[in-house]
Nanobody, 125 residues
């Protein structure tokens, strides 16, 4: 079965940077769509960014554009999220989602995704 594991969260001051990593294993489809979501206390989970296998379908939430960069290493089934200029509003649990049999970051791909347990990002002011 597919297993997803995130790492790289932590405590950082406003304006700082963090890089999150997500590793997927047990895949039967070697070209899954992968993405990041986050959930802050008392708020709904929201999409952060998504990338397909070939990298020609990439999505960023408007509030992350220009600050966050998503990338992946297909040989390692690993996904990254470089987060710069972090703000206290970025404080949340960040989750990685991996969806097999999807080719693009479109539609509701996350509904068929496998999820990790999350990694906490806390940005202090």
């Amino acid at each position: 079965r597919v297993q997803v594991a995130e790492s790289g969260g932590g405590l950082v001051q406003a304006g700082g940077s963090l890089t999150l990593t997500c590793t997927a294993s047990g895949l039967t489809d070697e070209e899954p769509v992968m993405g990041w979501f986050r959930q802050a206390p008392g708020k709904e989970r929201e999409g952060v960014s998504c990338i397909n296998w070939s990298g020609d379908s990439i999505y960023y939430s408007d509030s992350m554009k220009g600050r966050f960069t998503i990338s992946r290493d297909n040989a390692k089934n690993t996904l990254y999220l470089q987060m710069n200029s972090l703000k206290p509003d970025d404080t949340a649990m960040y989750y990685c989602a991996v969806a097999e049999l999807y080719d693009y970051c479109s539609g509701s791909w996350w509904l068929d995704a496998n999820w990790g347990q999350g990694t906490q990002v806390t940005v202090s002011s």
